[in-house]
């Protein structure tokens, strides 16, 4: 059974910096494709970066040019780099991994990672 961890939030100030990490264990990370994702209060989750198997990005058009996401598939660990903070990136930061094969989907969540951007 696979199992995400996340890892690297906390409190920062509006323009610095966090990189947030998940890591994977039971499954072979290269085979899915990846996501972050994040949940302010009174809102819907939102899909913030995702990188796919093959290693296509995408970002939401709010984090475009600030964040980055990447992987390393041996050490099987996501990684999301943010950069120039506002206290809109405030939220519950969430990984996901996902996997279709013929007779099964996969769909692993980590437990959230807290981001606060605050003066």
């Known amino acids: 059974q696979g199992q995400l961890v996340e890892s690297g939030g906390g409190l920062v100030q509006p323009g610095g910096s966090l990189r947030l990490s998940c890591a994977a264990s039971?499954?072979?990370?290269?085979?899915?494709?990846t996501s972050w994702y994040r949940q302010a209060p009174g809102k819907e989750r939102e899909l913030v970066a995702g990188?796919?198997?093959?290693?296509?990005?995408k970002y939401a058009d709010s984090v475009k040019d600030r964040f980055t996401i990447s992987r390393d598939n041996v050490k099987k660990t996501l990684y999301l780099q943010m950069n120039s903070l506002v206290p809109e990136d405030t939220a519950v930061y969430y990984c996901?991994?996902?996997?279709?094969?013929?007779?099964?989907?996969?769909?692993?969540w980590g437990q959230g990672t807290q981001v606060t951007v605050s003066s």
């Open positions: 996901n991994a996902r996997r279709s094969t013929w007779s099964k989907e996969y769909d692993y």
């Open positions: 039971g499954i072979t990370l290269s085979y899915y494709d």
């Open positions: 990188i796919t198997s093959a290693g296509t990005t």
